[in-house]
């Protein structure tokens, strides 16, 4: 069982706009700007989306974006698009075991 | 820009010990502060944080797997390495090296970039 708590599924129409989410304690997620999130495309390696919750790295789009409240991140990819169907995970510091902890995972669907 | 490229076999026996290699292209290993990361990722499932060594040489490790983990690096040939010992079918995955970087300067690495293309590790007789 992973520490963060995602949907294991999401979807949406192009164009439209989804949110996953991502829970975890105060011990992690919600005691910390640290969390990331990842993208991952069958057969690939994951790549980083965002970090420290809400930073892009540079040539990240600005159609993806992160937030936090209490002990729930949450990643809002906007305008969806087909090339965004893929898995996501999110991860963070947790001081409960001093180490990196991720989600289990979400799939988004384009539909 | 730095590509990071893991190698080793991909069958090992149970019981025996799991060794992987980080090549690392495009920097030197130890310049920067940054964290040299293994993280595997069962069949189907999500992804699970190994260890890292930092780039003076200290490592870090999950608890879980810590009793059976060594992580070393070697900066005359630029790479990183994974010993797993006593390694049972639980092992089987994909396992990836990762380039970690700390923002909070205390806590270590909270985030990965980038990451390797991963090699499949098999644990079976």
């Known amino acids: 069982q992973s520490a963060l708590t995602q949907p294991a599924s999401v979807s949406g129409s192009p164009g439209q706009s989804i949110t996953i989410s991502c829970t975890g304690t105060?011990?992690?997620?919600?005691?910390?700007?640290?969390v990331s999130w990842y993208q991952q495309h069958p057969g690939k390696a994951p790549k980083l989306m965002i970090y420290?919750?809400?930073d892009r790295p540079s040539g990240v789009s600005n159609r993806f974006s992160g937030s936090k409240s209490g002990n729930t991140a949450s990643l809002t990819i906007s305008g969806l698009q087909a090339e965004d169907e893929a898995d996501y995970y999110c991860?963070?510091?947790?001081?409960?075991?001093?180490?990196?902890?991720f989600g289990g995972g979400t799939k988004l669907t384009v539909l | 820009q730095v590509q990071l490229q893991e190698s080793g076999p991909g069958l090992v026996k149970p019981s025996q010990t799991l060794s992987l290699t980080c090549a690392v292209s495009?920097?030197?290993?130890?310049?920067?502060?940054?964290?040299w990361s293994w993280i595997r990722q069962h069949p189907g499932k999500g992804l699970e944080w190994i260890g890292y060594?930092?780039?003076?040489?200290?490592?870090y490790y999950n608890p879980s797997l810590k009793s059976r983990l060594t992580i070393s690096v070697d900066t005359s040939k630029n790479q990183f390495s994974l010993k797993m010992t006593s390694v049972t079918a639980a092992d089987t995955a994909l396992y990836y090296c990762?380039?970690?970087?700390?923002?909070?300067?205390?806590?270590?690495?909270?985030?990965?970039?980038?990451w390797g293309q991963g090699t499949l590790v098999t644990v079976s007789s």
């Open positions: 990762a380039r970690g970087y700390d923002t909070s300067g205390y806590y270590g690495a909270n985030w990965f970039d980038p």
């Open positions: 495009g920097g030197s290993i130890s310049s920067g502060v940054y964290y």
């Open positions: 060594i930092y780039y003076s040489g200290s490592t």
């Open positions: 105060s011990s992690d997620v919600g005691g910390y700007n640290y």
């Open positions: 420290d919750v809400n």
């Open positions: 991860s963070t510091y947790t001081s409960s075991s001093n180490n990196v902890v």
